[in-house]
């Protein structure tokens, strides 16, 4: 696939001077997701960790839950930008998208709590996860110490993937958020990890409906944004026993929902 990077001419102006030079910026391209003749969805996405992308969305749509549940993945060589999924016997794909998920607003396929809920496969109540505030107030630049590509760019999402004591598993970037946590997830279900019990999900931006039912899909009991979440994500939080952080900075923090997991300093 192609590079996540590229380079364009800028005019750049600054108070009493101005100057033409190239600018580093991260890459936008389609990605379309196929199962034999049948094309799944597409979305907007930086190229990168395409195949951690592909299985993070399985994964977010109910699709998969374990490893050998995709039989193989591969680059389709007459149509660029295009992944081929071949699913194990037995393995449903998800429904086919009748439009495009763009990388400013992921669409996982379900608007209602109750229908998230129904069909969870992990039971996040039952995680008994603790993590201590003072790891929670890491993570931030713990992932930001790992986003190579904004370094050069200043233009793209970041999910981290952490163990309860704050070790680094795995940290994705994209410019949508939504795959951003998609490639996380991707690369733990390709490693053999899910469920997620135990892991805590940073993400660089705020906490939306998705991304709580997408961390909860995967089994992550802790769900922690450096920014605000929506009513609908504390909402699906709360229903799906899933502890949902937000404004993770300065070294505080808002716990929305099930903050029996956060262990608050003596």
Not at 28 to 35: M, S, T
Not at 42 to 53: E, I, K, N
Not at 85 to 107: D, H, K, M, N, Y
């Amino acid at each position: 696939m192609g590079q996540m990077t590229t380079r364009r001419p800028v005019l750049r102006l600054r108070p009493g001077r101005a100057a033409r030079r190239p600018d580093t910026l991260a890459v936008e391209e389609p990605l379309l997701v196929r199962v034999g003749e049948r094309v799944l969805t597409s979305t907007m996405r930086t190229p990168g960790h395409d195949f951690d992308l592909v299985a993070g969305w399985l994964v977010g749509e109910g699709a998969v839950r374990d490893e050998p549940d995709i039989a193989g993945m591969k680059e389709c060589l007459t149509e660029d930008n295009t992944i081929e999924v071949a699913l194990a016997p037995g393995v449903e794909p998800p429904r086919q998208r009748a439009f495009e998920t763009s990388s400013a607003c992921g669409v996982c396929g379900s608007d209602r709590i109750v229908d998230v809920t129904s069909s969870l496969r992990w039971k996040l109540q039952e995680d008994p996860t603790r993590i201590d505030v003072a790891v929670l107030v890491a993570l931030p630049d713990l992932m930001r110490s790992e986003q190579r590509v904004f370094d050069h760019t200043g233009g793209l999402h970041a999910a981290g993937l952490f163990t309860s004591s704050g070790a680094v598993v795995a940290v994705r970037e994209d410019i949508g958020r939504h795959n951003a946590v998609d490639k996380v997830i991707g690369s733990a279900l390709l490693a053999g990890r899910l469920p997620l019990a135990g892991h805590v999900l940073q993400v660089s931006g705020r906490a939306s409906f998705e991304l709580v039912q997408k961390a909860a899909a995967a089994g992550v009991p802790v769900l922690a944004a450096v920014s605000a979440p929506s009513s609908l994500a504390v909402d699906l939080a709360d229903e799906c026993g899933l502890t949902l952080v937000g404004f993770v900075r300065g070294g505080g923090m808002n716990v929305y929902s099930h903050p029996d997991r956060i262990r608050v300093g003596r």
